[in-house]
């Protein structure tokens, strides 16, 4: 059984007709960085809210994190796009679903699809904010609290400050695990790198050079992250502050 | 907000989604967590080997894995399957591959990575000392490994192991890609038919998240005994 390779491809025009293959791969690789680092800064917003209020005294505010958590932790992601793209629009008034629904492509699938993965990777990111607020020595929160500092206080210039250094690396594989999460919105039609490598099997027949390329760029963004982010633990290090070796943890 | 909501609809299509989806997705879920776990394991002995070469392949292989989508994955293996299998009977055409036989290969051995790395820190988290009476009991490396290390290694990572199962459960979702019929694919199929969206995919999500919900909780009274007993 032999396959015959035929590389040229990713130099010959798309059917569309906006450029050579390997062009429309690249921008599904833009597509895919877009969609990524805006629901990662959703994510990040949303996680350090939802991890530090876990760690609070305020009961009520405790349960709500873990309902949030809990919810969106075990449903399936891509039931979770299915949800923002399909029920949420026919659940909102009539109006603002029908707004949402006319929104022009791309953006239709975008905007669920970035809703999706936002909250899909803030309940991560709150997991990882809790977890390194608790790894603190107790002492820091009972010093802060001793020098006069209001409980806001306390996290906004002692606590959170430590604990994001050390919830840096974990955040890392979070944030690689939304650029690899987000090939799941070319279910709802987002054409991001993975729709797009599958778009080109389908109109080239060349079935494993569009993956291979697909995977080469993957395989390439997921260098420069990690080139990226040690260069940003290096450069926000504070001497002496050892990170706790976090224990292995199951994801995907 | 449920004031068109069709009960009914999700009624009359129960018996297909979990007869014929849920089955097929557990069962996918058990034959990949099995074959992943097996798999894993030995790529985490892989990775731990002394001779460089075995150690390289292995954690190629894992980080190459971790490193694309699973999406991706489902893709390069919804096409290569067919003529790995060609390769391996020697034909000339590549063979036919099901739905549910493809998804079970590609879950198998895409999660066979994350199972390595956990399995892996298992290993690690065994004292040195253990290997060393081991082997100055006059025990090789397969019995110090098979009677000694994994079994203890195993047990430490049992929450862990299960944690990465549930994952795996939701995971299994993702064939709807390859337009397998699994829960998800399903109750897609209903949905679509009968025009119920709404109601087909609520319902996924309540079934999805009760059933995970649910393993989770087990998984962390589990962690609790295990805990104590240590």
């Known amino acids: 059984m032999k396959y015959t390779w035929h590389w040229q491809i990713l130099f010959e025009t798309e059917p569309g007709g906006t450029g050579t293959y390997l062009h429309y791969l690249l921008v599904g690789l833009g597509w895919t960085l877009a969609t990524a680092l805006a629901a990662w800064v959703i994510a990040l917003a949303l996680g350090v809210v939802v991890g530090t209020v876990?760690?609070?005294t305020a009961r009520w505010a405790v349960r709500l994190g873990n309902l949030y958590v809990?919810?969106?932790?075990?449903?399936?992601?891509?039931?979770?796009?299915?949800?923002?793209?399909?029920?949420?629009?026919?659940?909102?008034?009539?109006?603002?679903?029908?707004?949402?629904?006319?929104?022009?492509?791309?953006?239709?699938?975008?905007?669920?699809?970035?809703?999706?993965?936002?909250?899909?990777t803030s309940v991560r990111v709150a997991e990882q904010v809790g977890a390194g607020i608790n790894s603190l020595p107790r002492g820091q929160r009972l010093a802060a609290t001793a020098m006069g500092l209001s409980q806001f206080e306390a996290y906004r210039r002692v606590m959170l400050p430590q604990a994001f250094r050390i919830?840096?690396?974990?955040?890392?594989?979070?944030?690689m695990n939304i650029i690899k999460n987000s090939s799941v919105a070319l279910t709802i039609g987002l054409l991001e790198l993975t729709g797009r490598a599958r778009a080109m099997q389908e109109f080239s027949f060349r079935v494993f050079e569009a993956f291979s390329a697909a995977t080469v760029i993957y395989l390439l963004t997921n260098l420069v992250v990690v080139l990226v982010m040690r260069a940003l633990e290096k450069s926000v290090r504070v001497p002496g502050l050892i990170a706790a070796g976090a224990g292995p943890q199951a994801g995907h | 907000m449920f004031a068109g909501y069709d009960f009914d609809a999700i009624q009359r299509s129960l018996p297909y989604l979990f007869r014929e989806?849920?089955?097929?997705?557990?069962?996918?879920?058990?034959?990949?967590?099995?074959?992943?776990?097996?798999?894993?394991?030995?790529?985490?002995?892989?990775?731990?080997?002394?001779?460089?070469?075995?150690?390289?392949?292995?954690?190629?292989?894992?980080?190459?894995?971790?490193?694309?989508?699973?999406?991706?994955?489902?893709?390069?293996?919804f096409f290569l399957v067919p003529y790995i299998g060609?390769?391996?009977?020697?034909?000339?055409?590549?063979?036919?591959?099901?739905?549910?036989?493809?998804?079970?290969?590609?879950?198998?051995?895409?999660?066979?990575?994350?199972?390595?790395?956990?399995?892996?820190?298992?290993?690690?988290?065994?004292?040195?000392?253990?290997?060393?009476?081991?082997?100055?009991?006059?025990?090789?490396?397969?019995?110090?490994?098979?009677?000694?290390v994994l079994p203890q290694a195993f047990r430490n990572m049992v929450p862990v192991l299960l944690t990465q199962t549930i994952i795996l459960f939701q995971d299994t979702s993702l064939v709807y890609v390859i337009s397998a019929t699994d829960f998800l694919g399903a109750a897609s199929k209903v949905a679509?038919?009968?025009?119920r969206l709404v109601e087909m995919y609520t319902f996924a999500a309540v079934v999805y998240f009760i059933i995970s919900y649910s393993l989770s909780l087990l998984v962390k009274r589990l962690q609790d005994r295990i805990a104590i007993i240590r």
């Open chain 1, 54 to 56: 876990r760690t609070t």
């Open chain 1, 70 to 120: 809990e919810i969106f932790r075990n449903v399936p992601l891509i039931v979770q796009m299915f949800l923002w793209f399909f029920v949420v629009p026919e659940l909102l008034p009539e109006a603002v679903g029908d707004w949402i629904k006319q929104m022009p492509p791309p953006w239709g699938s975008y905007v669920p699809a970035v809703l999706c993965l936002a909250i899909f």
């Open chain 1, 167 to 175: 919830i840096l690396p974990p955040l890392t594989s979070e944030f």
């Open chain 2, 21 to 77: 989806g849920m089955t097929f997705t557990v069962t996918l879920t058990a034959i990949a967590a099995s074959g992943g776990i097996v798999f894993g394991t030995l790529l985490a002995m892989m990775r731990l080997s002394a001779f460089r070469p075995v150690s390289m392949l292995a954690g190629g292989y894992v980080n190459l894995m971790r490193s694309v989508p699973l999406v991706l994955v489902i893709f390069w293996f």
């Open chain 2, 86 to 148: 060609a390769w391996i009977i020697g034909a000339r055409e590549p063979v036919r591959v099901g739905a549910f036989l493809s998804a079970a290969i590609t879950f198998t051995m895409f999660e066979a990575a994350y199972y390595c790395e956990i399995m892996r820190a298992g290993i690690q988290s065994i004292a040195r000392g253990q290997v060393w009476s081991g082997y100055a009991l006059g025990l090789n490396y397969w019995q110090t490994m098979g009677h000694i």
């Open chain 2, 192 to 195: 679509n038919r009968d025009y």
